[in-house]
């Protein structure tokens, strides 16, 4: 099963403690959202466990933005 939108944007708020309302296509992981390597690798981890999608460090580390997330995902 592919996680949709709701559900990563509900996996980043667990994660990183943020609003939801600030997670939109255009922010940034690092800069927006003020998650550090942790976060990410927490996330791509929950990503690989929960929906199947298996996440290659190379590609997930030129992850900018949610919106570069869910292109991913969805491709993934």
Known sequence: MK????QVKK?????CQIEESKIT?????KETLQMDSLN?????????EDYG??????E???IKTF????TYI???
Request: aromatic share 0%; proline share 3%; no cysteine.
């Open 53 to 58: 999608i298996e996440v290659i460090q190379e």
């Open 40 to 48: 990410i690798a927490d996330l791509m981890a929950s990503l690989e």
């Open 11 to 15: 996996l980043i708020v667990d994660i």
């Open 67 to 70: 919106g570069e997330l869910m």
């Open 60 to 62: 997930a580390m030129r």
């Open 74 to 76: 969805k491709n993934h």
């Open 25 to 29: 296509p255009t922010a940034h992981l």
């Open 3 to 6: 996680a949709n939108e709701q």
